[in-house]
């Protein structure tokens, strides 16, 4: 039996309005994409400008109708200081409805270089950045991602993770002062897996480390190295309001504060609440990094010093400081840290 002139009318009607749609969206996407690759463009030609070196290929669209990407191909930044980041591929993600999170995906290896000679790979599973971006297109926000990291670098052993997150927001509105905070951040690794001297008898194993803070005070929009020196030097300090880690037969919970010095060297200061030190004794014993009757006496004493946690474990509460380069916990230095390779801006120097 023939349709009836009207659903014909209205299965034209509904097709015509379908594709009109199909055709919008089309003409939107390849807007959004033009415009993604121009602010790409203009991005890195004002990083060159400012003597940055900023290479890739040129962007080539990809991910309709779903998404709006830009593909990079291999990317090297590299700054008037000597910070270099090579990467063998970036592509640049936009969600199709949500133009406010965009996702950098970074590729499986990086080489990174400081400017003091340090070198080093990093290669994962996959890594990646997703922003968040406000109306006027300011960054306001971003989380790190990435799968199975290992760095290997000249002379040292190497340092991976199953899992390594990272996340920073940006607190509205910033105070020019440093009594409020202007940022709020978590890291949270997971299977951290260390190298550490032939015989010794300790665990390489990090079952977990957590680090959840507070910025106080705003750093300077700036090149990094001099906005660190400037947000430093006006007393803007990092609140660690949780410290946690998990390395086994040690557990340590804690909370303190962390600043720098003018040689832009940590400094740290925090209550850590540890539990399983006995353990630990018994293995630095074990190893001879102990002897027997130092490790008595400080089992003992510790013992003394040690009050039950809420769930009735042993928990010893200690200061634990960093304070040029050497590691205390209370009054008994532990060991001297090598300095972060990093040189702090000078009068005159170049943007870093």
């Not at 993600?93 to 400081?114: M, N, Q």
Request: aromatic share 6%.
């Amino acid at each position: 039996m023939p349709m009836p002139m009207r659903f014909r009318l209205a299965a034209l009607a509904a097709a015509a309005l379908i594709l009109a749609g199909c055709g919008a969206y089309t003409a939107y996407w390849f807007h959004v994409a033009g415009q993604l690759r121009k602010g790409v463009e203009d991005f890195a030609a004002a990083r060159r400008a400012d003597g940055w070196r900023l290479d890739f290929a040129p962007p080539v669209p990809f991910g309709f109708p779903g998404a709006i990407g830009l593909d990079l191909g291999a990317f090297v930044l590299a700054t008037p200081s000597g910070l270099e980041w090579q990467s063998d591929g970036v592509r640049l993600l936009v969600p199709g409805f949500d133009p406010l999170g965009p996702t950098l995906e970074l590729g499986t290896r990086h080489a990174i270089a400081l400017g003091d000679g340090w070198r080093g790979v990093v290669t994962a599973a996959g890594a990646s950045v997703r922003l968040r971006v406000d109306g006027d297109g300011d960054l306001h926000a971003f989380s790190f991602e990435a799968g199975r990291p290992l760095l290997e670098q000249p002379g040292q052993g190497p340092l991976s993770a199953e899992r390594l997150a990272v996340a920073y927001q940006w607190l509205n509105p910033p105070d020019p002062g440093h009594e409020k905070p202007s940022a709020d951040f978590t890291l949270d690794a997971r299977g951290v897996e260390m190298s550490l001297p032939a015989g010794l008898n300790l665990n390489r194993r990090l079952d977990g480390v957590r680090v959840e803070g507070r910025v106080m005070g705003t750093i300077p929009e700036t090149a990094p190295l001099s906005a660190l020196a400037a947000w430093s030097n006006a007393g803007g300090t990092v609140e660690l309001d949780k410290v946690a880690v998990e390395w086994a037969p040690l557990s340590l919970e804690g909370d303190g504060t962390l600043a720098f010095d003018p040689a832009l060297q940590p400094l740290v200061a925090t209550t850590a609440r540890i539990r399983g030190w006995n353990e630990m004794i018994g293995r630095l014993k074990e190893a001879g990094l102990m002897e027997p009757g130092m490790a008595s006496a400080a089992e003992m004493l510790l013992a003394i010093l040690a009050r039950p946690d809420p769930q009735g474990r042993p928990t010893l509460t200690l200061s634990i400081t960093l304070q040029d380069g050497v590691l205390s916990a209370g009054q008994v230095k532990l060991l001297r840290l090598p300095p972060l390779p990093i040189t702090p801006p000078g009068p005159g120097a170049p943007p870093s």
